[in-house]
């Protein structure tokens, strides 16, 4: 997953180069700094003292020596003195520059801690925003796996007037296993709720279907037929299904003698021969999209991409379809189509689901702002 928000304590994990939090002299101290030499050993220091310093938002790089990491980047924030002294583009340097220096240096995977925001005193909320958004534009335009590590749910401040809203959204429309009445499918609700007049009027407002776009693959999806929600495949049926088949590749030419066609989604949808991955590159077509505009969005990976598009028969796990589902930026009546064609649901009994139909449903597509809500709800990220 090329952006991933963890948990835990960034000197266990295994990734190519580890981040830290250092002060100008490079020589340690406490905090994250202060982690990363008592993990890594006292080689870490001989070598940083070879380095002769750092300036601020710059960084440098040593071996990972006693750390599972192979390499640390040593780089230093700024220190927060009310935000108007450059410390935002100090801050946003520090990442930019460490991120150019695990390319320079050949890393797949590096993670990064909160930079300034303890000690240093940068505010968490704005640290935050600087953190994702400058690896956000650098992931736009490089293939690498980068994580940002909170070390605990105190450092990590999402934006409150969002969680509020989430929370009534949670509150009125989330059930948990007891609850459920075996409705089991969104739209098995919907339909429910208007059939009886909506009967849970919340959840009628907020699922009033929508105008009906004009992009023939949206009308073509929007009258897909509102079936009972099919078993979910579990995610250890769809992890086993995933590994690749030789099923022969489908010339990509499938899609565009379709699009030749005035084809109508809805048949192409309901048309049980098309699976997931040719819907998949179908709506991408539709969409006037690149490959890479749409994984990137989706926060997938460019080899897992590359497998989807080679098989046909790929079965991808429901994050996986969701993340695509977000990044086509289909609406909830698309996505349960979409999901139907891999063997899932959205179910209001998985927090989950209820979180990112709570963003479909009102038109946010930011991948990264609905994976810091479900990082921020405990929930497992989009993407893979
Ligand atoms: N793993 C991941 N994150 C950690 C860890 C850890 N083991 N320990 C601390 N953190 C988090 C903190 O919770 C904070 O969110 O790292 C973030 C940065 O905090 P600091 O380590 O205090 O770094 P910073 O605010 O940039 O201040 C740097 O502190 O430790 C000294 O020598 C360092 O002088 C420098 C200053």
Redesign the pocket.
């Known amino acids: 997953m090329p952006f991933r928000i963890v948990l835990?304590?960034?000197?266990k994990l295994s990734v190519d180069a580890i981040v830290n939090?250092?002060?100008s002299s490079l020589l340690?101290?406490?905090?994250?700094?202060?982690?990363?030499h008592r993990a890594a050993g006292p080689r870490l220091l001989e070598e940083c003292r070879t380095l002769h310093g750092c300036r601020t938002g710059e960084a440098k790089i040593t071996r990972g020596y006693d750390l599972p990491a192979k390499y640390v980047i040593h780089t230093?924030?700024p220190?927060w003195s009310g935000g108007a002294h450059g410390e935002e583009e100090l801050l946003r340097s520090a990442y930019r520059n460490s991120l150019h220096l695990a390319l320079k240096n050949n890393c797949e995977s590096v993670a990064f801690?909160?930079?300034?925001?303890?000690?240093?005193?940068?505010p968490?909320d704005q640290?935050l925003e600087v953190a994702v958004s400058t690896i956000r534009a650098f992931l736009e335009k490089n293939e690498m796996d980068v994580t940002l590590?909170?070390?605990?749910r105190?450092?990590f401040r999402f934006d409150v007037r969002l969680y509020s809203e989430i929370s009534g959204y949670l509150r009125n429309t989330y059930e948990d296993e007891r609850a459920m009445s075996g409705s089991g499918s969104l739209l098995g609700d919907m339909a429910r709720s208007v059939a009886f007049g909506g009967a849970a009027g919340s959840r009628r407002s907020i699922f009033s279907p929508k105008k009906k776009e004009s992009k023939a693959c949206r009308n073509a999806m929007d009258s897909a037929p509102m079936a009972e929600a099919p078993m979910e495949a579990s995610d250890e049926a769809v992890a086993m299904a995933d590994e690749e088949r030789s099923a022969p590749t489908e010339p990509r030419m499938y899609c565009a003698q379709a699009m030749s066609a005035p084809m109508d989604l809805t048949h192409a949808l309901e048309n049980l021969d098309e699976s997931f991955s040719q819907a998949l590159l179908r709506m991408i077509d539709a969409r006037g999209l690149k490959d890479s505009e749409c994984y990137k969005k989706a926060n997938i990976d460019r080899k897992l991409f590359s497998k989807i598009r080679s098989d046909i028969h790929y079965r991808p796990s429901k994050q996986t379809v969701l993340a695509f589902a977000v990044a086509l930026e289909l609406d909830l009546q698309e996505t349960e189509a979409f999901l139907k064609k891999a063997g899932f649901a959205l179910s209001h009994s998985n927090k989950a689901d209820v979180i990112v139909e709570y963003f479909i449903a009102n038109g946010n597509y930011d991948m990264y702002s609905i994976n810091e809500a479900l990082f921020a709800f405990d929930q497992n990220l989009l993407g893979a």
Request: a negative charge; zero cysteines; aromatic letters at 8%.
């Open positions: 835990g304590d960034i000197t939090a250092a002060n340690g101290g406490g905090g994250v700094d202060g982690a990363i230093v924030g220190i801690p909160m930079i300034s925001a303890g000690v240093y005193g940068y968490k640290a590590v909170i070390f605990d105190e450092s």
